[in-house]
């Protein structure tokens, strides 16, 4: 399995979020030209026809890339149907991170690691959770098969907020929950949830 360095990671990710918005807003809309986002785009693709049946929907998939740090925008809103991609903030759990130095450095699947899971979920329905609306995931593959017995979902929290960069130099830690800024996780409410996949993995390692 080839790894990347966290130079090569940092300057692919670079690449993808290179058009980004004034502060406060640090997602890019990009065309995916370089070759980290036509990546992206291809793993987008593979993993919506690879879990068939059990999307619901098809035309946006999120991809997040855990071989970047958390102060890149890391979580990819791939639409297969224009060939664009919308890139987010997102953090990573505790568990996968002890150090807390912004790294993801390993996935769980087990109850009460804190940590994030890599593979394939599917986004469910919305609930009023700890954090406000969020989104249930469902995972379905062997690496995040108890991510509904964990509570591992898309939620927004203040310490996945842009001004934690200005701040720390990284975002802060979950229970292996992607959490979002409050003022992006909308995108995700309208965009991603309603049956579409979410997949996660460390885009060097696949």
Known sequence: MTTISRRQALGGALAAGATLAKPGRVFAQVSPHTP??????EIAAREAEKAGAALWRRDVVAVADFGLPS?????HFADLE?????SFLVAHGRGSDPEHD???????????SEATSRGGYLTCEWYNGKYGVSI???GLEGDNSNALDRAIVIHPAWYAA???LGKWGKLGRSEGCFAMSP??????LWRLSGGRLLY????GEV
Do not use: C
Request: proline share 5%.
């Open 36 to 41: 980290y986002q036509l990546k992206v785009m």
């Open 82 to 86: 224009s060939g664009t991609i919308r």
């Open 200 to 203: 996660a993995d460390r885009i």
């Open 71 to 75: 102060a890149l925008p890391r979580l």
């Open 136 to 138: 249930r995931l469902k």
């Open 183 to 188: 003022d992006q996780f909308d995108e995700a």
């Open 102 to 112: 912004g790294w993801l450095k390993h996935f769980s699947n087990s109850v009460g």
């Open 162 to 164: 842009p001004d934690m």
